[in-house]
């Protein structure tokens, strides 16, 4: 049994703080100092978290963060269907970095889709030494003879690029005008920079505004006229993880809208063209693309607003802002869907929670999922006792304590492994949400387990349907009958002869 149900907010707030001591102990004094500013026990009416956020990890601690290269190819640009995305360096992260997500798309994969694929530019020695320019120039001819339907490139710059100053701005230039204005766009997410791939979101950011939008806006006398409508939108941050988006989209257009972009789960270059011409952009994961947004809503007029899909009481709330930009026609749509689905959100919750109620969840995701599953879990009953980020900001974690966790609650900044492990064990939640690195951890010390990045292979957990397959997954996790005979191997008492050999 958790302890949290056991306890009085007071109880739970100090043996929080108790906790947060006792991990720091283990540390050389320095370190424990720069570790106790991303720990924190939540104080309700405080304006934020009270950690630290976006620092550099400390050297020799284990952390789960990604570099700026996975941030831009991994995560904003990789899921664009109709590009092809080269690795440009080393083959490791090229290989490391391949289908690593389940970004859903529609498509012929290698003849108009290739997010499944890998194109790296598989630097050697000789490469370090003489730069890379002419092979990049190279490759690009070679994915114009060998696949002729894609709308467009980026080279994804891997460390070396930068240490060696090769110019992927002047290649990519030169051959956008050799191929008759083709879209090329270079990308400067070496992984050296930055503390994490946070820094990776926002240079992708940057060149879309600068090598798609810019160019587009250029050449737009040159293209046929766009026939907007009063009702037009444009998803943005979504990457159709086991096919978020379409969930999303399917609500969006029930109540009277037209999605004319959704990006970058199952997006296109055409849509990335056309989002500019949006009425609202409608953004689902805030650390990675409100950037852009921002830019759009500078330089375009075009407004914005975060939405979140998980959970019914989260998509209402939601469903209604986004209808708020709009006229009654709109809001009466709104509700109209919100009405229409309240059967299923009945079922479900009259199934699951009371398998669910009271059960409590510590969760450790990158993005926005820290904050914006927690209503997903409080409406079957859960409770969650601590989250935090992997590379969030500190805007991240206004937002989890103006809106989302509750007095007490456990905060941990880019916690390390170690942490981590002693977080859970002591309080001892029903249930840990995660990444893969973190699995098979947590599996072993007895605790059930959900892979909060991908969905653990399920999903998806977007909509109304999604909060159905969201359930249905928590409750499969935590009511296994597995874990009756399964324990952590503490409290399983070693065989004789392990003994006898000691």
């Known amino acids: 049994m958790s302890l949290a149900k056991t306890e009085s907010v007071a109880d739970i707030k100090a043996r929080n703080k108790e906790l947060i001591e006792e991990v720091l102990t283990v540390y050389p004094e ?36 990604g570099c700026a290269y996975a941030g831009s190819k991994g995560v904003v640009w990789g899921p664009i269907k109709d590009m092809i995305h080269i690795s440009h360096g080393p083959v490791g992260c090229g290989q490391y970095s391949w ?31 003489f730069g890379g320019d002419k092979k990049l120039a190279k490759i690009i001819d070679e994915i114009e003879e060998l696949f002729p339907l894609n709308r467009g490139i980026t080279v994804q710059s891997e ?40 820094l990776g979101h926002h240079i992708a950011n940057d060149a879309v505004r600068d090598w798609i939008f810019d160019k587009a806006e250029a050449a737009a006398g040159d293209k046929p006229v766009f026939t907007s409508t009063p009702y037009d939108v444009a998803i943005i941050g979504d990457y159709n993880i086991g096919g978020d988006a379409w969930s ?12 004319i972009a959704q990006w970058s789960g199952d997006g296109t270059l055409a849509e990335l063209e056309a989002t500019p011409r949006a009425k609202l952009n409608v953004l689902h994961c805030y650390r990675s693309m409100n950037y852009i947004s921002r830019h759009m809503e500078e330089k375009y007029g075009v407004p914005w607003c975060e939405y979140n899909f998980f959970g019914p009481t989260k998509i209402a709330e939601s469903l209604r802002k986004i209808a708020s930009f709009f006229d009654d026609t709109i809001k009466e749509g709104a509700e109209r869907v919100i009405a229409k689905y309240q059967p299923l959100v009945d079922a479900v919750i009259a199934k699951y929670r009371p398998r669910l109620e009271g059960r409590t969840v510590m969760l450790f995701v990158g993005g926005l999922r820290p904050r914006h ?3 997903a879990y409080e409406d079957l009953g859960m409770e969650v006792v601590g989250t935090g980020y ?20 456990l905060i941990y900044d880019d916690v390390t492994g170690y942490e981590f492990e002693k ?11 995660s990444g893969i690195k973190e699995k098979y951890v947590f599996q072993k010390m007895g605790v059930p387990f959900r892979q909060m990045h991908s969905w653990d292979y399920s999903g998806p957990y977007h909509g109304y349907d999604g909060f159905a397959i969201f359930a249905r997954d928590m409750d499969m996790a935590i009511n296994s009958p597995i874990w009756k005979k399964t324990g952590a191997p503490w409290k399983t008492a070693p065989a004789p002869g392990l003994l006898a050999a000691e």
């Open 423 to 433: 977080f859970v064990e002591r309080i001892q939640p029903d249930l840990v949400g």
């Open 99 to 129: 289908a690593a997500r389940r970004n859903y798309y529609i498509g012929m994969t290698g003849v108009d889709s290739f997010v499944t694929m890998q194109f790296t530019s598989d630097f050697q020695e000789k490469d370090i030494v």
């Open 30 to 65: 320095k370190t424990a100092k720069r570790r106790a500013k991303h720990l924190n026990v939540h104080e309700a009416g405080k304006s934020d978290c009270g950690v630290k956020s976006n620092i550099k990890s400390i050297p020799g601690v284990m952390t789960i963060r």
């Open 373 to 375: 599953v927690i209503g």
């Open 390 to 409: 992997e590379f969030g900001h500190n805007d991240d974690y206004q937002r989890t304590a103006q809106h989302y966790v509750k007095d007490g609650t």
């Open 159 to 198: 460390c070396p690029i930068g240490l060696i100053g090769d110019d992927i701005e002047a290649v990519s230039r030169n051959k956008s005008k050799e191929y008759g204005g083709k879209t090329i766009v270079p990308v400067r997410c070496e992984g050296f920079r930055g503390v994490s791939q946070s």
């Open 248 to 259: 999303s989209r399917i609500l969006l257009e029930e109540m009277g809208l037209r999605v």
